[in-house]
């Protein structure tokens, strides 16, 4: 029997009405254009782009999806598709449904007044995900372009194809073909062992290097700042000039090191020279394990809210290279 769908909107390309200011669809509106034979609440909790979300939006959106599933809902949220990853990757941490009913996150790459609108066929295979019962237990998915990708996995590829999303290393969980989910693969363990709780203000920054970087944008991180993830070159590696710094860092915060390349483990001691993934990790640094570094930044802001210390986030960020 399939799961009532509750739809919750949060604005984005899927919604908008030209390119212009115009006020934007409802949801009642964006799901005009899809006939589901299920039966569908629409909850309309923002309507904004993307880009304008924060933390605190998409907290109180797991509120809202925490109660739908406990009804028995399957849940569609749908928003822009610039920030979907970091939205779908932080209900995954702070969403409890992981063994209830399926949570699905889709939005569009085409305006609904567009030749081509990929929004509708979106949205109708997101509901079809999250109707069915086949469908728990896989931690929050995302739906576009009719693949099924964990959140853990999936990345934004490409600024404008309508098959932007994929995850890189790892691969779809399926596909929608006619309406029917296909399930292929199944995470062995959730992201996270308990839903994380954002509890208290945390601030973490997020620091890309780039060659010939003098440290400047480091020196910035100060007391506002309660933990700081740095992009590294390739599989961990910074100037020798920023490891003195760093491990300063690291006994003030935490630090966690991620690679700016988007996809790969950061390594553990392949490289052990000066400003090597080695040196940093035995000077305190946290290994972001396969997390690209926006994806590790929500883990680190996620436990830190959760009043997590140095030992417990350590452990987060390891379990994740099991």
Request: proline letters at 7%; hydrophobic letters at 45%.
């Amino acid at each position: 029997m399939a799961n009532p769908v509750t739809v919750c909107t949060l604005g984005g390309t899927i919604s908008a009405r030209g390119g212009g200011s115009s006020p934007r669809l409802t949801g009642a509106e964006i799901l005009a254009g899809v006939a589901p034979d299920v039966t569908v609440d629409v909850r309309d909790v923002r309507r904004l782009p993307s880009s304008s979300l924060t933390i605190e939006d998409i907290a109180a959106l797991a509120e809202l999806i925490d109660e739908a599933t406990a009804a028995g809902h399957g849940v569609v949220v749908v928003q822009g598709t610039d920030t979907l990853e970091e939205t779908a990757f932080l209900l995954d941490l702070t969403c409890t449904a992981r063994p209830r009913t399926p949570i699905a996150v889709t939005g569009a790459m085409r305006r609904p007044d567009l030749p081509g609108a990929d929004g509708p066929a979106n949205l109708a295979a997101a509901i079809a995900v999250a109707a069915d019962p086949a469908c728990a237990g896989l931690g929050v998915v995302t739906v576009i372009a009719d693949e099924v990708h964990a959140a853990r996995h999936v990345r934004k590829t490409h600024t404008t194809s309508t098959a932007t999303f994929a995850s890189p290393g790892a691969g779809p969980l399926g596909t929608v073909t006619e309406g029917t989910p296909r399930i292929h693969l199944r995470p062995t363990r959730p992201t996270v062992q308990r839903p994380l709780r954002l509890r208290a203000p945390v601030r973490v920054a997020l620091l890309t290097l780039s060659m010939g970087d003098r440290g400047e944008l480091l020196e910035a991180v100060d007391h506002r700042f309660d933990g700081l993830v740095v992009a590294a070159f390739g599989a961990g590696h910074v100037p020798t000039w920023l490891v003195e710094p760093l491990a300063a860092q690291s006994a003030r915060i935490p630090v966690v090191l991620a690679s700016r390349t988007g996809a790969g483990p950061i390594l553990g001691h392949t490289y052990r020279g000066p400003g090597s993934e080695y040196d940093l990790l035995g000077r305190g640094l946290i290994s972001a394990g396969p997390l690209d570094a926006p994806k590790a930044r929500l883990l680190l802001h996620a436990l830190l809210a959760d009043g997590a210390d140095r030992t417990r986030t350590a452990d987060a960020f390891a379990a994740l290279r099991e």
